[in-house]
């Protein structure tokens, strides 16, 4: 099976090769820890961590799939303008208090991140773990805050969608034939729901939690570890790849920014968005799961 497998990938691998042109030399990894889930969202913490793609699949040649000895890191923390929320306070472990003497995201920080990505060979492509429901909007909404957009060439892909499409092409095929079985017997059953959230991932594949997660380093690393031990996921990465976004999902950073910050000290908040009743019970159900999980509930104050 596992042989059958391996061949099955390689045929893929090959076919995508045939109708795509792009081919990445580097891959950036990164993660972002921010003021809560509540828009407009600022980032507190960002980590990346880049290699080049030979090196990486060096190492996934490797028995012991190590990260590799040649890897670039940039990782910051950035003060907020905003509050941080409760929840996300205790899962980054970050608080307007530990974050006041850092800068803002500002200009130079944007610079230096784009210098950065630019060090590596081309074309990169940053990889973040659910990026497109969360990561690279905010990024770009903070680099168009300071008047500056990622250049066309570079792209970003969801590592959460590559590795969900990877499960599905694999080992989820010979699932989909036992329920095809079940319906002409006329029998219900309930396929058994797989997370694909980066916890869960990485546990199922060291069978250990990840050290340091949310972190931005923490998980950043957590991720190419992941992609050093399942190489496969690269051509789902290159096939999922597309531009960073405009960051219009993250709308209200100029209010925000251009609030002043009250004479007491606190954070101007009055820049956030009222969102609806539905994104509400999202974030609610996203949040307290995640805190749950944690078993970090009791630390929050009602």
């Not at 950036?28 to 980032?43: K, V």
């Not at 090196?55 to 923390?77: G, H």
């Not at 992609?227 to 219009?248: F, I």
């Not at 019970?281 to 509930?297: C, D, R």
């Amino acid at each position: 099976m596992y042989i059958l497998r391996r061949v099955v990938w390689s045929c893929r691998s090959f076919s995508r090769k045939m109708h795509k042109n792009t081919s990445f030399k580097s891959f950036i990894f990164f993660d972002l820890e921010t003021t809560g889930l509540q828009r407009p969202i600022e980032i507190t913490e960002l980590c990346f961590i880049a290699i080049h793609k030979k090196q990486l699949l060096l190492s996934s040649l490797n028995s012991k799939k190590t990260i590799p000895r040649l890897v670039d890191k940039m990782s910051v923390c950035v003060r907020p303008v905003q509050d941080i929320e409760p929840g996300a306070e205790s899962l980054t472990g970050l608080s307007n208090e530990d974050l006041d003497q850092h800068k803002g995201f500002n200009e130079e920080l944007a610079k230096n991140v784009l210098s950065f990505i630019l060090r590596q060979p081309q074309p990169s492509c940053l990889v973040a773990h659910s990026g497109d429901r969360f990561d690279f909007e905010i990024l770009a909404s903070e680099f168009a805050e300071v008047g500056l957009e990622f250049p066309p060439h570079i792209k970003v892909s969801d590592s959460y969608k590559a590795f969900k499409n990877l499960h599905q092409e694999t080992v989820h095929p010979i699932m989909r034939r036992g329920e095809e079985c079940s319906k002409h017997l006329n029998v219900f059953t309930l396929p058994k729901k797989v997370s694909f959230s980066l916890g869960n991932l990485y546990e199922r594949q060291f069978g250990k939690e990840i050290t340091d997660s949310h972190t931005a380093e923490g998980d950043s690393l957590a991720l190419l570890e992941l992609v050093v031990a399942k190489p496969e996921v690269l051509d789902y990465l290159e096939e999922g790849s597309h531009s960073m976004g405009c960051g219009s999902k993250n709308p209200g950073l100029s209010e925000v920014r251009t609030d002043p910050v009250k004479e007491n000290g606190q954070h101007a908040n009055k820049g956030k968005e009222s969102c609806s009743k539905t994104l509400a019970v999202e974030i609610h159900e996203e949040y307290f799961g995640l805190l749950e999980k944690e078993g970090l509930l009791d630390n929050i104050k009602q």
